[in-house]
Structures are given as structure tokens and as C-alpha cells.
């Protein structure tokens, strides 16, 4: 007998794949509603993704921003939570089938599962240049950030320590923003008294971005504001400049005609993103229609075009029925998408209809680094330590739970007075070994064929 079969309910039954923004926020609408709520999710936490990079970077640890999902939906009484993965579903039966259990039968699907990274066809790349989507990426970045540090401490060689103090960004997007920044900091700030034999402040923090100018979505403006404001800070940004290879410590890259390669241990992506493998599935099972990143294209309310009792919520969706572009894979999108179909949801079982969403863009906030932000809001365009306070109480603002909301902000305030990062621990040392080939000067080299691809990446 399965778990469905063991627990009848004369309430409506709505599963709900994945704790993240949508998800959650989704299941919390749905409080009061006269309805029975599964969440599905492989992690028993939510992620506060915007913060992530400060796991990273070594400036908060991961429970400073992840909340249990059993804590958060403790007085659900009309919820359960349950730590699995949904493998496959059954829309004629309106089934889904977990990896753990039997399947579980709803009345109302809503699909909040996200994106994971992309390399554009070349998942060889992973190994060398991790992205950051989850509490384990973060921990891997931190831990190469700073072994770096160390090892280049122990290195007589000075062609290899100044790999190791060479740290390659590749994306100019926010996330990628962030990170240089961040790691621009701790070179060039936080680490610069902690170490005898080597100049942390020897550095090198280089920020990749394929089109002509960072932080591409944001007004032009902004992104001047952001590269001035990185440069500043040390960081070299690199726009126009294409990805060709990641391999042996090395990234080779093209700016207009010239191919180069530099020599860098610490390689860290943030170009693209693509849909988790729940895009496919409602494509294969439930006939959604997917764009070229896999997210699935959905109504104006949020539901399948053959499956009003599918929703897709969050980075997965392609809302496009709002303005120009679709809708940005952020957070606020994606809460108030959780939000709509809880909403719905409910209306519909009361007889009524909603109207279509529509979100009401406040704007977007990018940080760079101490005082040291850009925030495009519909009023007004900020930048410097205005717009860094404004980011500062916007991302506290969003944080789950109360005791992560102080945590946080007594970190962020002891980091500012002190210049330090106090989640600096390496918790695993494998073998660092850099291989770096005599090559000849990297402005007149061309790749190796068997090590380079055919095209280009454009990041």
C-alpha cells in the first residue's frame, strides 16, 4: 500500500517539487487553504542562493543562510514535508513517482525544481571550474580560494605560485560580479597580514565576460558603475572575451583575433545556467514546450498549455507574457510566482477565477564589494554605499527565518569594522598538484587542437 493510500484526506491534494523560493513561498500561501500539501525536496533545507557567494568567499557559513524546511513549515498543520527526489511523473494519473517510495497522487502539480549550471557543451570543464548553485559548490570554491593561499605559501617556483595567486572568474553576471569582488577583497584586505612569504596582494583576480560589458540585463549605467567600481578594487575585467578551453590550470580564451592562455589553480564558473532534468520530463510526459536553456514556457498563469493542473514556478519557468523579455531568474520572481498559485489554487476551489500573473518589477541590486554596490530601482539609479545599504536590508529582509536575520546582520557589521572573513576554514586538503607547461608567451600561442574546441564559448 502506498503512502497516498495510507493517508486519506477529502482535501485537495497539491505536491509541491522543491524548497526553494517558489516552492516555499508557494506552500506557505497555501497555510490556511482547505487543501492536503506535500514538498518534495532531495535537501532538507532552504537556500538562500543570493548569499551564497559569501559562503564562498568565507564571509558566512552555510546554516547562516539555509533554514530547515521542517522548521519553517512547523505550524503547517496541513503540510508534509518529505526528504526525497521526484523522478518521473504521470499526468494522465496524476501521479508522481519518488526515488525513495511509491508514488503520490495529486490534484494540483507545482513544479519549482530550478536550474543547475551550464557549460554550453562542455561538462569536461566542471572539474576545473566549478559554478555555484549549491551548499556543497560553496564549501569546494572557499576551500580552493584559500588553499590556493596556502600552497602558494609553500611554493619556491615563481612561475606556479603566481598560478596559484591567479583567480579566473568566467561570467560577468551578477554572481560572477560578486565573487570577483569578494575574492578581490580577501587578496587585496582580508588576507594581506596572515601570510610571511608570499604578497597576497600580488593578486591577480581577472573577471571574464562574452559580451561588450558586465552585468549585460542592467542599464548601462549600472554596469559602468560595477566595472569602475571592480577595478577599483584590483579586479581586471575582461569583456568581449570568449572561453575556448579550460584544462591542466589553464584557461584559454579569444579576444577578437588573438587567442591567449593564462595559467590559474583557482578557476570558478558563472557564466550560464540550464534547467534542472524536471524541464525534460514535462516536456516527454506532459508535452511542454521548452526554450533553448530547457526552462519550460508556461501560461499567463503559470500553468501547462495541455495541464491546467501543472504549474511551473522559479528559474524553471519562461514567463513571457510580460513586457519584451521573460521574466529574470531571481528571487522576488519567483516567491511571488509561489505566491500567484497558492492564490490560485484556491480561488479555483472556492469557484472563482484569477486574474493572469503579472510581477511588479522593483528593480535589481548587484554588490562588488564593501560600500561598493549598483541597485536599478523603478524611481531612481544608485550606486556606492547607498545602494550597498539598500542591498544590505533587502537581503535581510528576504532571509527566512528571524535568528538567520540577526546572525547575518551581526557578521556583516563585525566584518565591516574588522576587514575579516571568519568562515576561512578548509574543511577538505586534497593534493594540490599545478601542472604548468613551458609554454611560449601566451599573446603569441594558439591552443593545442586535441586540448581546444571548435567554437567558442560566449560567457
Known sequence: MNNTQT????????????????????????????????????????????????????????????????????????????????????????????????E??????????????????????QDD????????????????????????????????????????????????????????????????????????????????????????????????HAQQALEQLGVDVLTKTLVTNIADNSVTFRQGDDTKTINAHTILWAAGVKASFMGKVLADRAGAELDRA????????LSLKNYSDIFVIGDLANFAHQGDHSLPGVAPVAMKEGEYVAKLITKRLEGETVKPFEYNDFGSMAVIGKNKAIANLNFAKFSGFLAWIIWAFAHIYYLIEFDNKLVVMIQWAWNYITLGRGARLITETPSLQLEIESTPHPGNSTPNTKDSIQEPVSV
Do not use: C
Request: aromatic share 8%; proline share 6%.
Open 7 to 102: 493517508k486519506q484526506t477529502s482535501f485537495p491534494h497539491v505536491v509541491i517539487i522543491g524548497g526553494g523560493f517558489g516552492g516555499l513561498y508557494a506552500a506557505k500561501s497555501l497555510k490556511n487553504a482547505p487543501v492536503q500539501v506535500t514538498l518534495i525536496d532531495k535537501r532538507n533545507f532552504h537556500l538562500f542562493q543570493p548569499l551564497l557567494y559569501q559562503v564562498a568567499t568565507g564571509t558566512l557559513s552555510p546554516a547562516d543562510i539555509a533554514s530547515p524546511l521542517r522548521v519553517v513549515l512547523s505550524k503547517h498543520k496541513n503540510t508534509q514535508v518529505l526528504l526525497d527526489k521526484v523522478v518521473d511523473i504521470d499526468p494522465e494519473a496524476k501521479k508522481v513517482f519518488l526515488e525513495g517510495q511509491d
Open 104 to 125: 503520490l497522487n495529486y490534484d494540483a502539480l507545482i513544479v519549482a525544481t530550478g536550474v543547475s549550471h551550464h557549460y554550453f557543451g562542455n561538462d569536461q570543464w
Open 129 to 224: 571550474a566549478p559554478g555555484l548553485k549549491t551548499v556543497e559548490d560553496a564549501l569546494e570554491m572557499r576551500r580552493r580560494i584559500f588553499m590556493a593561499f596556502e600552497a602558494a605559501e609553500k611554493e619556491d617556483d615563481p612561475k606556479k605560485r603566481k598560478a596559484l595567486l591567479t583567480f579566473v572568474v568566467v561570467g560577468g553576471g551578477p554572481t560572477g560580479v560578486e565573487l570577483a569582488g569578494a575574492i578581490a577583497e580577501i587578496a587585496y584586505q582580508s588576507v594581506k597580514d596572515d601570510f610571511r612569504d608570499i604578497d597576497t596582494t600580488q593578486a591577480q583576480v581577472l573577471l571574464f565576460e562574452g559580451m561588450e560589458r558586465i552585468l549585460p540585463p542592467y542599464p548601462e549605467e549600472s554596469s559602468a
Open 294 to 301: 530547457g526552462r519550460v514556457i508556461v501560461e499567463p498563469n
